[in-house]
């Protein structure tokens, strides 16, 4: 069963960076498109960044276009997302997610993702 765990949450200041990490484990990433997602207080989950299994398709809500960076190593079993220029919107739990997918150069931000981490807090506040 694979399972996903995120790190590098954490408080900063508007126009802060942050560097969110996904360990996978259990079963190789090369088969996954792996996803990122937001839950800000009050409201419905959802996606902010993917990457294809390729690695070289991207796709970005457009809150985070220019602001967020996906990138994977399927060596390293990992998929982080870069966070620049940090606003108080971007405050919420962010998950983690993979899904199988046939297409090596496809992603998607849809909700329908198999696999799960527990999320990790990011505020930004002064």
């Known amino acids: 069963q694979l399972q996903l765990v995120e790190s590098g949450g954490g408080s900063v200041q508007p126009g802060g960076s942050l560097r969110l990490s996904c360990v996978a484990s259990g079963f190789k990433i090369d088969y996954l498109v792996m996803g990122w997602f937001r839950q800000a207080p009050g409201k419905e989950r959802e996606g902010v960044s993917c990457?294809?299994?390729?690695?070289?398709?991207?796709t970005h809500t457009d809150s985070a276009k220019g602001r967020f960076t996906i990138s994977r190593d399927n060596a390293k079993n990992t998929a982080d997302l870069q966070i620049t220029s940090l606003e108080p919107e971007d405050t919420g739990v962010y998950f983690c997610?993979?899904?199988?997918?046939?297409?090596?150069?496809?992603?998607?931000?849809?909700?329908?993702?198999?696999?799960w981490g527990q999320g990790i807090q990011v505020t930004v506040s002064s």
């Open positions: 990457i294809s299994r390729s690695g070289t398709v991207t």
């Open positions: 997610a993979a899904k199988p997918m046939g297409l090596i150069h496809h992603c998607s931000l849809s909700d329908d993702y198999m696999y």
